[in-house]
């Protein structure tokens, strides 16, 4: 695909909503250069780029849908299945399913999806974990109730693990993709927030109201370590870990 991008569409892309308004130059000739070696069209709605603000400017992210990334993997003849989905993996290899967890009403913790690539003749997983809230933190912290995450947070955290997996067993195609559904992530905003204040995003009462749903140390264990902002409420932590081997002790 040979795409030059000059001011006619330029400004049409723009008026579509595919490349930002005032782009700089540089950034549009390299996202033109991003279309060409990926063969996508982003008058075809294939790939878009996406602005964002961090604490050093303005950043651009190239885009694409999940099933385009998919897509450019089976192109490669290497692609060879992706495994279902598995919520709150832990060591031990127990997981949940998104039907066990919106049974107990409770947002997933991690995603993990295994991706296969053919390598040599051989059949290779390629295994990623993406935690939701490093994905969606406003989510997690109740501050966002229209995001799509918080309706559809299975559909959209399993989106994120399998775009990690796609990107570890097809860097060579895949390499400064993204899709949409990780913008949290590539902006940081979860460190963002903790640096500027590290317990605001999180009501106590309902932390505790949302542990109280746990009957699992090492679970607990886990959604403790999941952000690095419950380091803030440790002792309420530990105090749902007594209450949890007390209940044990005593059935």
């Known amino acids: 695909m040979d795409l030059i991008i000059n001011s006619d569409k330029l400004q049409t892309l723009t008026d579509a909503g595919i490349i930002p308004a005032n782009t700089p130059p540089a950034q549009v000739q390299l996202f033109a250069e991003a279309c060409r070696q990926h063969s996508l069209s982003p008058f075809k709605k294939e790939i878009y780029l996406l602005s964002y603000n961090t604490r050093e400017g303005t950043r651009y992210a190239t885009i694409v849908g999940i099933d385009g990334l998919q897509q450019k993997a089976a192109r490669t003849g290497r692609f060879a299945g992706v495994d279902q989905e598995q919520y709150d993996l832990l060591s031990n290899g127990s997981f949940k ?140 932590f530990s105090q749902r870990a007594e209450a949890i081997r007390a209940q044990t002790i005593e059935a």
């Open 97 to 236: 399913t998104s039907a066990e967890l919106a049974a107990e009403k409770r947002l997933p913790i991690s995603c993990t999806v295994t991706v296969y690539a053919i390598i040599g003749g051989v059949r290779c997983p390629f295994t990623a974990t993406a935690l939701f809230a490093e994905y969606y933190p406003a989510v997690v912290s109740g501050k966002d109730t229209w995001n799509k995450a918080a309706t559809m947070p299975f559909n959209m955290i399993a989106k994120c693990a399998r775009a990690k997996a796609l990107r570890m067993a097809f860097a060579d195609e895949l390499a400064g993709l993204a899709i949409e559904e990780e913008k949290s992530a590539y902006e940081d905003k979860t460190i963002a927030a903790i640096e500027v204040n590290p317990a605001s995003a999180i009501d106590a009462d309902e932390l505790r109201g949302q542990l109280e749903l746990i009957t699992d140390v090492d679970r607990l264990r886990t959604v403790y370590k999941s952000d690095a902002k419950y380091k803030q409420f440790a002792d309420i």
